[in-house]
């Protein structure tokens, strides 16, 4: 039910809309239903060989009243076949007009609240912390972003106008039924229970059968994502059959849940045609005992036959708008749950605006510890030092140590467990996140470039950045020489994810951007990855020009960073072991010590002691 008013309340902003197109609908039902009384005075009338003026005289029950054309129409249209004729036309007319106003108008609300609930998705799921997306996969995400808002859409527009309509049309029929058949009509109330009870009972089917739809959709744009992006390391792997294999695997899944989701569907048109036919049968049998009896005219009877067929149409919708509006129901599940999740990062109400960076970053006692499916992993403890401004401090140590999920709390992509992060003597839980992050420049192992023009994506988050800037900051990278040469200099586009460059071209560019952002604090995750020697040293000269005059955090596997940091942190099993300069720790003969000679003799002896060896090699390649 909650859900149900979060919809409408996406739909307030456009009540306007709504009421009128209700209003348009009911008019629509209303012609409907007054065109089916013409059958009477047709064949009563019309078509019979004693003339009458009085065209179309129903008494309006408990009112007194009675219905009669002979006022609705002008004077000299007054013999029964213009009148019928005049009544027929604009009825059909009225009705036309109505429903192509309406219809438009519902699907205007509709589609109109459709923007708005995706928007508001779009917003809350790019607001949502890392861990969020490390949580969920991208392909659900995005299958929650195109899939279950295509169903909300389709119940809110298209099935919303078509039950608009049918619901008025039912209802004055329901009207005709009751004016003309009389005692009749009381026959059809016996078909309400079983219509509603197995409406019901379906609805609820398909709410759970497509609710399961959507999921094995889901699971085939993850492999659809998965091996499109990564579709490099699939044909380094040769894994093109057995990928083919998954895919196909999942895509059997979908074809048996959207089966059975048929299955449960199809039923409720049968099942109707069914109890339908039931009814008439009934309904001719009565019928033509009152005929004999004089009770009723052939004409009323007919009257009363057609509505009673016009009737079933609606009826048999609506199991099928039922049906629409529950797989609505539950593909808005998805979208509010995501829109409802609880960040483990949230903004105090109060948080203060951070103006920049003087003094010093402190952590103190900090542990932190990831949360996943109900287990709690501790990845760091007791983490305690001080960095000023424009010293570089460096962590080495094996993998998994806990070095990347270090930096990732300085800019709050994870809030600590224990202990606190002071910045010039600000909590980080205190200070707003935007005015946060603004500090904060991170160039990471894995380059984030977007499908756009160089131009773009140096100046990412400025777009109003004067070009002399961009190109100072390209200049500082090492980055204006290539981009010159590139076909459309500044901007030509770099394909998604900067396929079009070289490793080293990627990571100069993201320098630049980095360099431009010009924040005063740095994370810098340096890439494994070997590169050739020039655009090694190229990107050596890049972030040497990037680092001056910052407050750097870099984890660290090249020799020339350590050297240049002012400080080296150890980490082992989330801990800080060592701590001091490059010769300092030399001199300590610890860890580090031994790191560095063993790089230096290159012998492969197992230093970590638990079989990393091979591991802390690449974590501190390039130290010798
Ligand atoms: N989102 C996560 N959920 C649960 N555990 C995680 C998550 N991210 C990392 N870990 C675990 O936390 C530990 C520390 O990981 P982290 O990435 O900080 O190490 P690292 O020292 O940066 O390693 P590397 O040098 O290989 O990048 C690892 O054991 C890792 O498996």
């Known amino acids: 039910m909650r859900r149900i008013w979060r919809l409408l309340l996406y739909v307030r902003p456009y009540a306007l809309y709504s009421v009128v197109s209700v209003a348009l609908m009911a008019v629509v039902g209303a012609m409907t239903a007054f065109r089916l009384l013409l059958v009477k005075p047709i064949f009563d009338n019309v078509l019979s060989p004693q003339e009458s003026k009085r065209v179309l005289n129903f008494p309006v029950p408990h009112t007194g009243w009675t219905l009669d054309l002979n006022f609705l129409v002008p004077n000299h249209f007054h013999n029964s076949w213009t009148i019928v004729a005049y009544a027929l036309v604009v009825s059909a007319l009225l009705k036309s007009v109505c429903d192509y106003a309406g219809t438009y108008l519902v699907n205007y609300a509709g589609f109109g609240m459709i923007t708005d609930l995706r928007n508001d998705l779009y917003d809350a799921i790019l607001r949502r912390s890392v861990a969020f997306f490390q949580k969920h996969a991208t392909g659900t995400l995005l299958s929650t972003l195109i899939n279950d808002i295509e169903r909300v859409q389709y119940a809110m527009s298209t099935v919303l106008s078509d039950f608009l309509q049918q619901f008025f049309t039912l209802l004055f029929t329901i009207g005709v039924v009751i004016v003309v058949g009389g005692k009749l009509a009381w026959v059809l109330l016996l078909f309400v229970p079983i219509v509603i009870s197995s409406a019901r009972r379906i609805g609820r089917g398909v709410r759970h059968t497509t609710r399961k739809g959507q999921d094995k959709l889901a699971e085939i744009q993850n492999i659809l994502h998965e091996t499109i992006t990564g579709n490099r390391i699939v044909k380094a792997f040769g894994m093109e059959l057995w990928e083919t ?141 001080t960095v000023r401004p424009g010293e570089v401090l460096a962590f080495v140590g094996p993998s998994g140590a806990g070095k990347s999920s270090l930096v990732n709390l300085i800019p709050r992509f994870f809030d600590v467990n224990e202990g606190r992060i002071l910045l010039d003597g600000h909590d980080l839980r205190d200070v707003t996140i935007v005015s946060l992050r603004k500090q904060i420049g991170k160039v990471t192992q894995e380059t984030v470039l977007f499908n756009d023009t160089v131009r773009n994506n140096i100046a990412y988050g400025q777009p109003d950045v004067p070009m002399s800037k961009v190109e100072e900051a390209a200049r500082m990278a090492l980055a204006h020489e290539f981009i010159m040469k590139m076909p459309e200099g500044y901007n030509t586009m770099i ?130």
């Not at 009723?296 to 609606?314: C, H, K, Q, W």
């Not at 630049?512 to 090694?536: G, H, Q, V, W, Y």
């Not at 350590?562 to 060592?578: F, H, K, L, P, S």
């Open 245 to 385: 294999d998954r895919f196909r695997r999942a895509a059997k899944r979908l074809f048996q849940a959207n089966l059975k989701s048929v299955s449960v569907q199809a039923i409720s048109s049968p099942l109707m045609d069914a109890l339908g036919s039931v009814g008439i049968a009934l309904l001719l049998l009565f019928g033509r005992d009152r005929i004999l009896h004089r009770e009723m005219t052939a004409g009323s009877f007919v009257t009363f036959l057609i509505a009673v067929f016009t009737l079933y149409d609606p009826v048999r919708k609506f199991a099928l708008f039922y049906n629409s509006f529950q797989q609505a129901l539950g593909a808005s599940e998805d979208i509010f749950k995501f829109m409802d999740a609880q960040d483990d990062v949230q903004e105090k109400k109060h948080a203060h605006v951070l103006k920049g960076f003087n003094k010093e970053i402190q952590f103190e006692d900090v542990g932190f510890a990831y949360e996943s499916e109900g287990e709690t992993k501790q990845v760091l403890q007791n983490i305690n030092f």
């Open 495 to 624: 394909g998604e994810k900067g396929v079009r460059l070289s490793g080293g071209e990627r990571q100069r560019l993201a320098i630049a951007r980095a360099i431009l952002k010009n924040a005063p604090i740095l994370i810098l995750d340096e890439a494994t990855s070997a590169l050739d020697m020039e655009s090694e040293h190229l990107v050596q000269a890049a972030l040497a020009n990037l680092m001056q005059g910052r407050t750097v955090f870099v984890i660290a596997h090249r020799l020339s960073t350590v050297r240049r940091a002012t400080r080296i942190a150890v980490i082992e099993n989330g801990r800080i072991t060592e701590m001091g300069t490059h010769d300092e720790l030399l001199l300590q003969s610890g860890t580090y010590r031994r790191l560095y000679d063993l790089q230096f003799s290159g012998h492969e002896g197992n230093v970590a002691g638990n079989g990393e060896a091979a591991r802390v090699q690449t974590d501190l390649e390039g130290i010798a």
